[in-house]
């Protein structure tokens, strides 16, 4: 099983539809991260959490929002979907004393 | 806006070929990562840096953080099609009090495609 898993792996959404992607992971972090990745913009910070309680928008957190369920799940909701947050979204994880992130195989989601 | 510069964009290599990318930075990382990513999957660790002026190799692979730690390079010696990807780099801070570390920034990525 994988360390840090993402549901679903792909969806098709229309616009102005709510979506949550979800996130979990066994590797016991305390810090989970969601990015977007869009062709020729690299990864990019939506939202991330150090703690269950400590949560902190990334660089591009509007139209999006998160919740830390507990230490091993963190979910990632678009209230109302846009063609331009077609893109695939990744969860990652880290430990506060250690800098490798492990991630997450991705979830493509396309709005339409 | 995104903090780290990373170039070039894409390679288009013969198989035996040396590769050489870069990643700089307007302000200062107390880490430097590269990550590697192949088709369906996430990104992968690489190498990690953690001072200024260190050199670290990982098989045909080898990352300089620099000296001013506003950039690093991966050079890839020998370059096979199993080097296919896109490759990122990252920095990292400390936070305040310097006893944990912070969110990681990537770099735009470089996607590698190698010819045999």
Redesign the interface.
């Known amino acids: 099983d994988a360390d ?1 898993t993402q549901t679903p792996r792909n969806r098709i959404t229309k616009t102005g539809k709510r979506i949550m992607l979800e996130c979990s992971q066994t590797k016991g972090h305390d810090r989970m ?1 969601w ?1 977007r990745q869009d062709p ?6 939506i939202y ?1 959490s150090f703690d269950v309680k400590d949560i ?1 928008k ?2 591009i957190s509007d139209g999006y929002s998160v919740s830390r369920q507990a230490q091993a799940k963190f979910s990632l909701s678009l209230e109302s979907a846009i063609p331009n947050q077609t893109a695939l979204y ?1 969860c ?1 994880t ?1 430990s ?6 492990f ?4 979830t493509r989601l396309t709005v339409v | 806006g995104q903090q780290l510069n990373q170039s070039p964009q894409s390679m288009f290599i013969q198989e035996g070929e040396d590769v050489s990318m870069n990643c700089t930075s307007s302000s200062i990382f107390n880490t430097w990562l590269w990550y590697k990513q192949e088709p369906g999957e996430g990104p992968v660790l690489l190498i990690a840096l953690y001072k200024a002026g260190e050199l670290t190799s990982n098989g045909r692979l080898t990352a300089q953080f620099g000296i001013t730690r506003k950039d690093s390079f991966l050079n890839i010696s020998a370059s096979i099609p199993s080097d296919v990807g896109i490759y990122f780099c990252a920095g990292q801070r400390l936070r305040a009090g310097g006893t944990s570390y912070g969110k990681l920034t990537f770099g735009q990525g470089t996607i590698l495609t190698v010819h045999p």
């Open positions: 840090v991260y990015y020729g913009l690299g990864l990019r910070l991330y902190n990334g660089e990744f990652a880290s506060r004393l250690n800098t490798e992130a991630f997450g195989q991705g």
